[in-house]
């Protein structure tokens, strides 16, 4: 194996090391940093990553409020919960957990949450302001986790090129637009591309989200690049293995995520970065309301 190994599972770690203070100075100020939940349904990933959420808030001091509905629930009931949190001072950060049940459009549910409590960066404000490259709004968590892992591993972006596999508004999509904005030139493949394998190969950063498992071989890699597996998917034996084919690519690639511990770990980190930053945001947001009235 050539590749130096990107251990997400370490840098998350970091992160949220570096969000524990922010979270004490919030406390200090009278502001305790809070996310809530809507979970719909039983689909048991979902569940796991609602857990998992929960946990690295109560790791870090952030107030976890959980809301669960059934797989029946009507699309009116979700939007007047929604509207219920977007009022309540306690919560800074509101996620919808997705997949929705099929029945529930997930668009309509979440164009619903404020904006500055949007932390999973989907509402139509915060998409528009990551594609205009006006800034100021939420990051999608894996997309940020992305790129966060390219900086710490000092990836040179500006300049390079790089193909993202998958065109999804929670991955391909803003990893796009994140990494044209620091100046890569981008290429989004599909299924529609045509050959994708040489598409691939012209990749100095390769970012893998396409949900297939292993699609990417080691031929498809260009020697030395840096491949970014998003991929998580569950083999019929049990194992988990994400979207490259890891050996093969690891004795091609320069740099290389494994699955699971790449960029799982920094989707939640980045999930809650992004709460500490909307509860800082709203206590600067008073602050500045007192100092108008003042
Ligand atoms: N690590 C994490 O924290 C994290 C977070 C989110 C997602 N994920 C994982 O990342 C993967 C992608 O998630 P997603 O939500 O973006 O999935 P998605 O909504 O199903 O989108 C998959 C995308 O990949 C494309 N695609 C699928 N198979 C392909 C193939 N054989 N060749 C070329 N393109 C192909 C699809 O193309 P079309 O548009 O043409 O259909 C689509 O654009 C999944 O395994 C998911 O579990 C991981």
Redesign the pocket.
Known sequence: MGATIIDGKAIAKEIRAGLAGRVECLKQSGVSPGLAVVLVGDDPASQIYVRMKEKACRELGITFFRHCAPTAVGENYLIDLVKELNADARVHGILVQLPLPAGLNPFTIVKQISAAKDVDGFHPENVGRLCTGVGGGFIP??PA?ILKLLEISAVPISGARAVV????????RPTAMLLLHEHATVTI?????VN?AEECRRADILIA????PR?VTGTWIKPGATVID????RLSDGRLV??VAFDEAAAVAGKITP?PG???P???AMLMSNTVLAAERSLASRGAVAESEA
Do not use: F, K, Q
């Not at 493949?189 to 591309?193: D, F, K």
């Not at 989200?209 to 297939?212: E, L, R």
């Not at 998003?230 to 998917?233: C, L």
């Open positions: 968590c894996t986790g596999i998958g065109r999804s508004n929670i991955v391909g493949c599909h299924t529609r591309t994708l989200a396409a949900g297939s699609l998003v991929g998580i998917n994400g979207d699955v790449g960029v799982g920094m989707t939640i």
